[in-house]
């Protein structure tokens, strides 16, 4: 018998829905799709719209360059969102918004409500619109994109291969557990060299135990020389600091 998953539900507002079709049907995004695990709604802002021209930005009060999305379709589209769903966590994306992280991640993936991603395009939505809907505010790094939607991507990317039977996931959760908040060791396959370089001798010897440690150190090495900042962060585990001082 086929297993029936209830699907994490996902409206995505835009003025551009056309940028997800390829995102959503492809790959690792489409079979969560096709598989029922996720249920992603594309909205489409201008059909809100109340402007016989289906115009959806306005100039700027005070002046300045750029428009501005006009809260009119916006409100729209987020109450039909969320009486379609029956609710909604509505999440901007913008620049302003608190850097997304692995546990921000966890945090949407387990979440008992649709998501509604609200992507702004031009200069930005009216602030009306954050102050009345927006529950959470979310940016994917300290640069500036042409609008949301390439943020929204990360976004459901990220809580995507979260999903509890996402490819087979419920042992490789809890194997990313205890490894999280370090980078990931190297890699390596065929050939066992390349343009004479060899693969780490360990790593064919087929003792497990010793492999496990080898990796083990390098994550806990690349994360201290190429991110500190996360490596102080870090609880090191007795076996760890043995393992950083050479003595394992
Ligand atoms: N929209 C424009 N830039 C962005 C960013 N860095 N993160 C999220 N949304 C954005």
Redesign the pocket.
């Known amino acids: 018998m086929d297993v029936v998953y209830i699907p994490m539900k996902i409206a995505v507002l835009t003025i551009f829905p056309e940028i997800f079709d390829g995102f959503i049907s492809t790959s690792l995004m489409g079979k969560a799709v096709q598989d029922g695990l996720l249920d992603i709604q594309l909205v489409d802002i201008r059909n809100y719209t109340a402007d016989k021209h289906f115009k959806v930005d306005d100039v700027p009060y005070g002046g300045g360059a750029g428009m501005v999305m006009t809260p009119q379709p916006v409100e729209a589209a987020i109450k039909a969102a969320t009486e379609a769903s029956g609710g909604g966590y509505v999440i901007h ?3 302003q ?1 608190e850097l ?1 992280t692995q546990k921000t991640l966890r945090e949407f993936a387990t979440m008992d409500k649709p998501l509604i991603l609200l ?2 395009r031009y200069e930005g939505i009216d602030e009306r619109i954050r102050e009345l809907y927006v529950h959470r505010e ?11 939607e ?2 929204s991507m990360v976004l459901m990317e990220g809580v995507c291969r979260l999903l509890p039977n996402f490819m087979g996931n419920n042992e490789s959760i809890s194997d990313e557990s205890h490894t999280a908040g370090l980078l990931e060791y190297p890699h390596y396959t065929r050939p066992a060299e390349f343009n004479g370089l060899k693969v780490p001798e360990i790593l064919l010897s087929g003792h497990h135990e010793n492999i496990r440690k080898w990796r083990r150190k390098m994550s806990l090495l690349r994360t201290r020389e190429r991110r500190p900042d996360l490596f102080e962060q870090f609880s090191l585990t007795d076996e760890d600091r043995k393992l950083l001082k050479g003595l394992e």
């Open positions: 994306l913008t620049p918004g997304l992507n702004g979310i940016s994917i790094g300290d640069y500036v994109l042409n609008g949301g390439v943020a």
